[in-house]
């Protein structure tokens, strides 16, 4: 009868085990999937991709492609889901509003069923970094990479939302995994896969505009003065199956928005944004010239563009800036990569120098390979002025955790005694932290204070992404609150759900009882709702009175409740006098 050990290593038992860990993420994801409040952006996604269904149009908000939005709203053509046929309207979250409307008792459930549809990719995306691990080092290593994706409250935090962050981080892997594979195999096959998968990543998330550079950098650092690689391939061949590919990801690309405004000329867009507005002032002969592209991700892109350019207030370490920090991501890895992975990390980092020179398991190539989509991704975005949060960076964490991976290959505890330990401590404790479910989303390490003070260090979707609204509705209704003072950093009307409330006072506090998102409590500036659905502008540090109070409660560590009562505000107000300045002490 074999051992444990050679059951494990059949194709059988590898894959039970990889199966067991993501039905775990995957049953912690529909758990988290219910209970957590629509959030901000995902308010208007879910909607939109639902009328693309029913008018075969992607105009109706052209900041994101249509794919994943219509990806999640698969469920929704097998239930009596209205959509409230909304006019255009340069507001999203209008989309939201009539879907709310006219769904208003099942709306919940039928968001529940577009974040299982991202729950899926969570476990493709699973699977194939099981896959990719396997083929580079071994099926130990490829253990320690799905545990380590499954384990992640980063990744589950985007994987039970109706949003692209996932997706897209899914389609990095995937597009960086078919290259290399037609990198070391130069086929039709894996230049036809590797353009399809390329397409299906255009029209999930803009960002993959960075793929077709990643996958020519790639092409390189596998293929060049590589000896043990077929190097007798002609220049026409290569080029020929290069055309394939890109051909493959054109027709995706462009099948994805149905071909529609495909070949527009140059003439027919009144672009925005600095890199595309260059085309408006080329030559009338030239303007001619069609665009092979289709209408809708053209503006879409350009839109992007056009407001990734523009200041936008930046919160991080409570310091505000309007065009960011350079060191913003690196932050935000410091404080919501669990310690683990962090330690992992540097022992994966001391394993390659110490074994760089007669270790085939990370060679300088599948290193180099790996790091090109972390370094360029993570450069990029720091030094972006639109900041807002770990998930536009969390493409970067398969390829983190496939660097990690190796070192479950060398565990011996005969000849690698303390190393091995070590790999095994830092493992343990890495389902602790999932500790905090449903509250993925507000995930920090210990060392950053948790998530109870979290919004020390970063605020928006790293922590408060309006999801604890169902928090704050049993709140009310458990004490029989008939009024509360509410700034709610969310989209989703708080009316909708019975909750009577008004704005709070600006600048100056007063008498009574308060529920403030933990985003607006640090300044961030807000348009929010008011009690009939109109908006109301809070300004930069409007509510910011409010950090010199002590919350009565925490509301899923995104939004505190206040009671302040007339001795709070004399105290406040001689906090003023005796700061000597005419605003509230920080």
Request: proline share 6%; with cysteine; aromatic share 14%.
């Amino acid at each position: 009868m074999p051992n444990l050990k050679d059951q494990l290593q059949t194709s059988k038992g590898f894959w039970s085990i990889i199966g067991s860990m993501l039905l775990i993420q995957f049953g912690l994801g529909l758990f988290t999937a219910h209970k957590l409040t629509v959030t901000h952006d995902e308010y208007w996604h879910l909607p939109v991709g639902f009328l693309s269904w029913e008018t075969g149009k992607f105009d109706y908000d052209r900041l994101n492609p249509p794919f994943i939005r219509t990806w999640s709203a698969i469920p929704l053509l097998f239930t009596s889901a209205k959509s409230g046929q909304p006019p255009y309207s340069s507001d999203p979250a209008d989309y939201g509003d009539a879907f709310l409307e006219a769904n208003p008792q099942n709306y919940q459930q039928y968001y529940f069923l577009g974040r299982c549809m991202i729950l899926l990719l969570s476990v493709a995306t699973g699977v194939l970094l099981a896959i990719w691990a396997r083929e580079l080092y071994s099926p130990s290593a490829a253990y320690l990479a799905v545990f380590l994706w499954s384990m992640s409250p980063n990744v589950l935090a985007n994987a039970t939302l109706g949003t692209q962050d996932l997706a897209i981080t899914g389609f990095f892997l995937a597009t960086v995994y078919c290259g290399w594979k037609f990198a070391l195999n130069v086929s039709w096959k894996w230049a036809l896969i590797t353009g399809a998968v390329l397409g299906l990543a255009q029209i999930t998330k803009f960002t993959a505009i960075l793929l077709p550079l990643i996958l020519i950098l790639q092409w390189f650092i596998i293929r060049y003065k590589n000896k043990t690689l077929e190097n007798n391939l002609s220049k026409r061949s290569i080029l020929a199956k290069w055309g394939g590919l890109i051909l493959s990801s054109w027709f995706i690309l462009n099948a994805g928005y149905l071909f529609q405004g495909t070949s527009q000329p140059i003439s027919a867009y009144q672009f925005q944004s600095s890199e595309l507005k260059t085309l408006n002032q080329l030559p009338p002969f030239i303007q001619t010239i069609p665009l092979l592209l289709p209408r809708d991700y053209l503006m879409g892109f350009d839109l992007q563009r056009f407001i990734m350019q523009q200041s936008h207030p930046t919160y991080l370490n409570t310091e505000w800036k309007l065009d960011g920090f350079h060191s913003y991501y690196i932050c935000a890895l410091l404080y919501k990569l669990p310690h683990a992975v962090q330690f992992l990390l540097l022992l994966a980092v001391y394993q390659w120098f110490k074994q760089r020179n007669h270790n085939d398991d990370m060679s300088l190539r599948t290193l180099g390979m790996l790091f090109t989509p972390v370094i360029l991704l993570t450069l990029i975005a720091s030094f972006s002025k639109n900041q807002l949060g770990l998930r536009y960076i969390l493409p970067v964490f398969p390829f983190l955790f496939l660097f990690i991976c190796p070192l479950a290959r060398h565990l011996d505890f005969h000849k690698h005694k303390l190393y091995s330990y070590l790999v095994i401590v830092a493992v343990i404790p890495l389902p602790l932290s999932l500790r905090y479910a449903p509250d993925h989303l507000a995930y920090f390490n210990e060392l950053s204070g948790g998530p109870e003070n979290g919004a020390q260090h970063l605020i928006d979707s790293n922590l408060d992404w309006g999801q604890d609204l169902y928090l704050l509705k049993q709140y009310v209704d458990n004490n029989a609150l008939y009024d509360i003072g509410l700034a709610y950093f969310g989209t989703v009307p708080p009316s909708s759900q019975d909750i009577n409330y008004h704005l709070p006072p600006e600048l100056r506090p007063a008498p009574g009882l308060y529920a403030i998102s933990a985003s607006l409590i640090q300044g961030r500036p807000y348009s929010a709702r008011k009690p009939d659905g109109s908006r109301h502008n809070i300004g930069l540090d409007m509510l910011g009175y409010f950090r010199f109070f002590k919350p009565k409660a925490q509301l899923g560590y995104s939004i505190n409740v206040y009671e302040l009562t007339p001795e709070d505000v004399a105290r406040w107000e001689m906090a003023v006098i005796r700061a000597n300045r005419g605003s509230y002490p920080q």
